[in-house]
C-alpha cells in the first residue's frame, strides 16, 4: 500500500511562489507515474501535471503551463510541484496521486487512471 502525504502549501500573494511536495512510502516509487491535482470549492478534481515513471515524460494542464513544474527526486521517494506566478484562481486544496500503471487505457489526465492520493494540502492566494 502506497502512503501519499504533501507538504508545503501556505497563503501567498498574487504574483508569488510556492513549492508542494509529495512523500511517497510503502511502495516502488520510481516505478510509479505520478500526477497533481486540485480542487476547488464546489468544483471537479482538475488535472495540473504528470510525470511518467519510465520516459519522465511530462504532461501540464493548459492552465498551469508555463507557471508550474512537475519534478521527481526518486532517491527521496519525492514528487514536487514548483508553483510560481500564482493567481487567486489556483485557490484550492492540492493533491497528489500515484499512478501504478493498471488503467493504462485511461488518459493520463483523468484521477480515475490514479490509485494512491495523499491528503491534500492548502493553497490560498490572496489578491
Known amino acids: 500500500q502506497v502512503q501519499l502525504v504533501e507538504s508545503g502549501g501556505g497563503l501567498v500573494q498574487a504574483g508569488g511562489s510556492l513549492r508542494l511536495s509529495c512523500a511517497a512510502s510503502g511502495g516502488t516509487f520510481s516505478r510509479y507515474s505520478m500526477g497533481w491535482f486540485r480542487q476547488a470549492p464546489g468544483k471537479e478534481r482538475e488535472f495540473l501535471a504528470r510525470i511518467n515513471w519510465a520516459s519522465g515524460k511530462i504532461y501540464y494542464a493548459d492552465s498551469v503551463k508555463g507557471r508550474f513544474t512537475i519534478s521527481r527526486d526518486n532517491a527521496k521517494n519525492t514528487v514536487y510541484l514548483q508553483m510560481n506566478s500564482l493567481k487567486p484562481e489556483d485557490t484550492a486544496v492540492y493533491y497528489c496521486?500515484?499512478?501504478?500503471?493498471?488503467?493504462?487505457?485511461?488518459?493520463?489526465?483523468?484521477?480515475?487512471?490514479?490509485?494512491?492520493w495523499g491528503q491534500g494540502t492548502q493553497v490560498t492566494v490572496s489578491s
Open positions: 496521486a500515484a499512478d501504478q500503471g493498471i488503467h493504462y487505457s485511461r488518459p493520463y489526465y483523468s484521477s480515475t487512471l490514479y490509485d494512491y
